[in-house]
């Protein structure tokens, strides 16, 4: 990071409650350090306040947002389905700010970037539904982490997606197709508003979403470009644009 002044983005926080009397927000470093290093910006967390953030003046400040993956998922009530074991844990606080971080975002044209869990809240937040568990679903792979505990492994290169030519994915990496990694148990069904499937996995699981219809630029890939992205010509590519549209947002 430079001396220089930097493009803000604002990359959204869990609310942890579990085993401590004392909530904490938080956020991977692997996402700081992405947007950071590979997208030359400032990251500055949002917490997961929900109705206690003036999103659309917080959301004025920023140039750009990217919204996280996580351990927790989008409570089903979101998409109208009931909630069931298989879907928990859940994040209503993370869920109530992110939404209304996509809404403004979309509404004042601010960059967006969601990954995972954030490319999923995208989806919905758009009107779109969600897979509870997608192993479950006849003829879909089980695109769950390894959970091996090694990072290298986990995070690793795991199956090949296909890419749609019409897409933001597409005008980014300049292929039909790469390798991505997986951990995810939960995903696409039904695809939101004006969301577009910018790639499928070989089952036709959809792993990355883009908004043709939006000035801004919008992206959402259910993998995890974000660690070590510079190691990765993909990852770096997708950061590099992310970055770029946030700077032009800047000036």
Not at 146 to 151: E, H, I, R, S
Not at 208 to 237: C, R
């Amino acid at each position: 990071m430079t001396n220089s002044v930097l493009p803000i983005i604002g990359v959204s926080a869990c609310l942890y409650k579990a085993d401590t009397p004392k909530p904490y927000h938080a956020v991977d470093d692997k996402y700081l350090r992405a947007v950071a290093v590979s997208s030359n910006t400032m990251p500055v967390i949002i917490p997961a306040l929900g109705d206690l953030l003036d999103i659309p003046k917080l959301v004025s400040k920023l140039d750009g947002i990217m919204l996280t993956g996580s351990a927790s998922n989008v409570h089903p009530d979101r998409y109208n389905t009931a909630p069931s074991r298989e879907a928990e844990p859940y994040d209503p606080m993370r869920d109530q700010t992110t939404f209304a971080l996509i809404q403004e975002a979309l509404k004042q044209e601010v960059p967006l970037l969601a990954i995972c869990r954030g490319f999923q809240e995208l989806n919905v937040a758009l009107g779109g539904s969600l897979y509870p568990q997608i192993r479950d679903i006849p003829g879909r792979m089980d695109h769950s982490s390894p959970d091996t505990k090694n990072m290298e492994i986990d995070y690793g290169p795991n199956h090949t997606i296909s890419i749609s030519k019409e897409g933001c994915l597409f005008r980014i990496l300049k292929s039909e197709e790469t390798k991505v990694n997986s951990l995810h148990y939960q995903a696409v069904n039904q695809l939101g508003e004006g969301l577009i499937a910018d790639a499928v996995a070989k089952d036709g699981t959809v792993e990355a979403i883009s908004m043709p219809g939006q000035k801004s630029f919008v992206l959402g890939v259910q993998w995890h470009p974000e660690y070590k992205a510079n190691d990765n010509t993909t990852s770096e590519a997708i950061f590099k644009a992310f970055g770029d549209a946030v700077s032009h947002r800047a000036k």
